[in-house]
């Protein structure tokens, strides 16, 4: 499913990451490495430290203890270098309520230089240009989701952070947006969902968390069902 050459920069390096909030652990000592192209679920129950780490890794959050490289570079001494090859799509869809849909994705295309053509290429294929001059807070959460996923790949960006990308979306919406966040998008994937099935089916390695620790990393095949319902209890 995916490709690598020998020599190839992992898209994912981390060496036993830690991240506290106050008290509170909420990741510890995780270890892996993602191949560039690849896919990562990450699953578990809630609190268990999914979105926490896709935080880390979109940089927004710092570690606390261990090592994180994203595309050859360390953080978060160098997030400079990368921020502008990622593309997070988390809870908040990071879009101004008061503004367009066209108008967000213009202000981002600037961010990114990034021209104008691609934001009504990406209108047109989630199906969310007659609604684009629309201000968001006028929109369902579904046609808001669309308008994430599009700011999301805006500039092509070669690692995706996908936190339950789908969330809201009806079938249909999910068919418009899967070639831009789908396996078929090329981008290197790291996703969590509350399906973990569905997530295990387009991932070449799953890392499963409990309680902010590592409790599996590996391919899809060496889960078992026992150890998956173990995540979740």
Same mark, same amino acid.
Do not use: W
């Given at each position: #499913?995916?490709?690598?050459?020998?020599?190839?920069?992992? +898209?994912?390096?981390?060496?036993?990451?830690?991240?506290?909030?106050?008290?509170? =652990?909420?990741?510890?000592?995780?270890?892996?490495?993602? #191949?560039?192209?690849? =896919?990562?679920?990450?699953?578990?129950? @809630?609190?268990?430290?999914?979105?926490?780490?896709? $935080?880390?890794?979109?940089? &927004? &959050? $710092?570690?606390? +203890?261990? =090592?994180?490289? *994203?595309?050859? %570079?360390?953080?978060?001494?160098?997030?400079?270098?990368?921020?502008?090859?990622?593309?997070? &799509?988390?809870?908040? #869809?990071?879009?101004? @309520?008061?503004? =367009?849909?066209?108008? @967000?994705?213009?202000? /981002?295309? !600037?961010? /990114?230089?990034?021209?104008?053509?691609?934001? %009504?290429?990406?209108?047109?294929?989630?199906?969310?240009?007659? $609604?684009?001059?629309?201000?968001?807070?006028?929109?369902?959460?579904?046609?808001?989701? $669309? *308008?994430?996923?599009?700011?999301?790949?805006? /500039?092509? #960006? !070669?690692?995706?952070?996908?936190?339950?990308?789908?969330?809201?979306?009806?079938?249909? +919406?999910?068919?418009?947006?899967?070639?831009?966040?789908?396996?078929?998008?090329?981008?290197?994937?790291?996703?969590?969902?509350?399906?973990?099935?569905?997530?295990?089916?387009?991932?070449?390695?799953?890392?499963?968390?409990?309680?902010?620790?590592?409790?599996?990393?590996?391919?899809? +095949?060496?889960?078992? %069902?026992?150890?998956?319902?173990?995540?979740?209890?």
């Amino acid at each position: #499913p995916f490709s690598v050459r020998v020599g190839d920069t992992p +898209a994912i390096e981390l060496r036993g990451l830690a991240r506290h909030f106050g008290e509170r =652990t909420a990741l510890q000592g995780v270890t892996l490495t993602v #191949p560039a192209g690849a =896919t990562l679920a990450v699953l578990g129950r @809630n609190g268990a430290g999914k979105s926490t780490l896709l $935080r880390i890794l979109a940089t &927004l &959050l $710092r570690p606390h +203890a261990g =090592t994180v490289a *994203l595309l050859g %570079e360390a953080l978060p001494r160098r997030a400079f270098a990368v921020r502008g090859k990622l593309g997070f &799509l988390g809870h908040e #869809p990071l879009l101004y @309520n008061d503004l =367009t849909g066209r108008e @967000n994705l213009r202000y /981002h295309a !600037q961010l /990114h230089n990034v021209s104008n053509g691609r934001v %009504e290429e990406l209108l047109d294929a989630v199906g969310m240009a007659r $609604r684009a001059d629309d201000a968001v807070r006028l929109l369902s959460r579904g046609m808001v989701q $669309r *308008l994430a996923v599009c700011r999301a790949v805006l /500039h092509e #960006p !070669q690692l995706l952070l996908l936190d339950e990308p789908r969330a809201n979306l009806d079938p249909a +919406a999910g068919e418009l947006v899967e070639p831009l966040i789908g396996r078929a998008a090329g981008a290197t994937r790291v996703l969590t969902s509350h399906d973990p099935q569905a997530a295990l089916a387009e991932a070449d390695l799953v890392l499963g968390l409990k309680d902010g620790l590592q409790a599996f990393v590996g391919e899809p +095949a060496q889960l078992s %069902e026992a150890q998956l319902k173990e995540l979740y209890q």
